[in-house]
């Protein structure tokens, strides 16, 4: 993850960013991504930690990556970052853990500078025990990286802040495939800030918002979408806890094989009102019914408990669903049992497998989520990037979409269900051309019928609500 400072008011998630659990990839897109349950952050020895990529140049702000080699997380909590002057300080903020085979990225530049001849050194907490350094006599150009990850020689290559090094000797992700341009795709200062998580259905699309609420929206006749001024939907409904209390940070919706008639899942970090508790959790509403502006959920699942601990703001970002019998023909392995994916030992459970992203670790994780209220994670896969801001299963290509917002440029990976049974990447891409590097944390594929002359729609969802506007459009290949 790339942490940035926020310039112009932007809204950053604080303290941390995002960090990423990733692939182990050395020079090709295969990569080991394995549905394993993740190990819990600890105090593992310093030298699992290195640095792995410098940026001084190169229209990014100076920059400083670090690449976990070992076998378990590390809590890197407090670590320092130092250039060649002593007195030049970057403290790695309170609850910044690297995954296994993982990045993280700081934009260090407000602390310090890099200059085109320095060093970048790092520090355990106190800054007397030395981890690791690197010394260079030139800029960037663009980027100073480690190949393999972690463990080989310094050298120039393609900037890759927040995601495996570019050691194939290629020249990084993909273009975009789709169209180039972009256009908004909502009215001016509709939802404000905080817009994230999307999801389409047909002639709606759904909307998670931060502040504790819920849009539905509806075709604007323009390519657009608008607030639907039906059933209380007007300025979306706010959402509550079960029980009616609280209001959960929302961050990803998603819905079942049974389109909103089976509910709407909500993906939250914590309760606003309470805001400095994590409280992952995903939530079940009734959004098929009813004229009110507000909902109570009907199901909580608290999953705190079972996770990494995480800063309260860098909770679940991201949720999709996945049919269990696109599972089980692919040969899903269930982490808990090493077999291929069950569902028959499960009971009722809206028949598929939730996936949550999590923003301070950027591990996917899967659920089954019964209707009792149990929950049981049955894998954990590597994003392999800085973050996880949206995942969105795309059937019809039968694979996973892992988007990352400005924290690595906009990076999209798209993964499929491997031979070993876990997700494994496909293919890596930036973003359109003619789109800004926004804080995109939701983004959404149009179903197949739209395919027209090979492509079809897609829409992001921008949480700085950058220009007056959250939501854009663009295309995508069919």
């Known amino acids: ?20 659990l990733r692939l182990a990839v050395a020079g090709t897109a295969t990569a080991v991504a394995a549905a394993v349950l993740a190990p819990t952050a600890h105090a593992a020895p310093a030298d699992d930690i290195r640095i792995n990529e410098v940026v001084t140049t190169g229209g990014v702000n100076d920059s400083i990556e670090l690449f976990n080699k070992g076998a378990a997380a590390v809590d890197v909590s407090g670590w320092i970052l130092k250039d060649d002057n002593n007195s030049s300080k970057f403290t790695v903020p309170s609850g910044t853990t690297v995954a296994p085979g993982a990045v993280r990225a700081f934009d260090v530049s407000a602390s310090f500078g890099l200059g085109s001849g320095d060093k970048a050194r790092l520090y355990l907490p106190g800054g007397s025990t030395l981890v690791d350094s690197f010394t260079w006599t030139s800029h960037s150009a663009p980027s100073w990286s480690r190949c393999p990850d ?235 990037m800085a973050g996880v801001m949206e995942l969105q299963w795309e059937p019809q290509a039968a694979r996973l979409w892992v988007v990352c917002d400005d924290t690595c440029s906009g990076r999209h990976r798209t993964m499929k269900i491997g031979g070993d049974g876990g997700f494994a990447p496909a293919a890596d891409y930036n973003r359109p051309a003619g789109m800004a590097d926004l804080n995109n944390e939701g983004f959404t594929l149009a179903a197949a019928d739209e395919c027209v002359a090979g492509t079809r729609p897609v829409y992001w969802a921008d949480d700085s609500n950058t220009g007056g506007h959250a939501i854009r459009r663009g295309t995508v290949a069919c």
């Open 1 to 20: 993850m790339l942490e940035v400072r926020a310039p112009r008011g932007r809204r950053r998630h604080a303290p941390l960013r995002r960090a990423s």
């Open 150 to 384: 972690g463990t080989g020689a310094f050298a120039q290559s393609a900037l890759t802040l927040g995601a495996l090094n570019n050691c194939g000797g290629g020249t990084g992700p993909e273009a975009w495939p789709g169209g180039s341009s972009v256009a908004t795709a909502d009215g001016t200062d509709v939802f404000g800030s905080d817009l994230s998580g999307l999801y389409e259905e047909g002639s709606v699309l759904w909307g998670a918002q931060n502040s504790g609420k819920l849009w539905r929206l509806v075709r604007d006749g323009a390519g657009g979408w608008r607030p639907d001024t039906a059933n209380g939907w007007t300025s979306g409904k706010a959402l509550r806890f079960p029980g009616g209390t609280g209001a959960p940070d929302s961050e990803a919706v998603t819905l079942t094989g049974a389109g909103a008639a089976g509910g709407a899942y909500v993906a939250s970090e914590r309760n606003g009102d309470a805001s400095g508790t994590s409280r992952l959790s995903v939530l079940r509403y009734d959004v098929d019914t009813g004229t009110g502006t507000t909902l109570t959920a009907t199901r909580e699942w608290n999953l705190t408990a079972g996770l990494p601990a995480v800063g309260s703001n860098a909770g679940f970002e991201a949720i999709t669903w996945i049919p269990d019998a696109t599972l089980t023909a692919a040969g899903f392995k269930d982490g808990t049992t090493g077999a291929v994916y069950d569902p028959s030992r499960f009971g009722a459970h809206a028949g598929g497998v939730f996936f949550v992203g999590v923003e301070g670790t950027g591990a996917v994780h899967g659920y089954v989520l019964e209707d009792s209220g149990a929950a049981t994670r049955i894998a954990t896969t590597s994003s392999g």
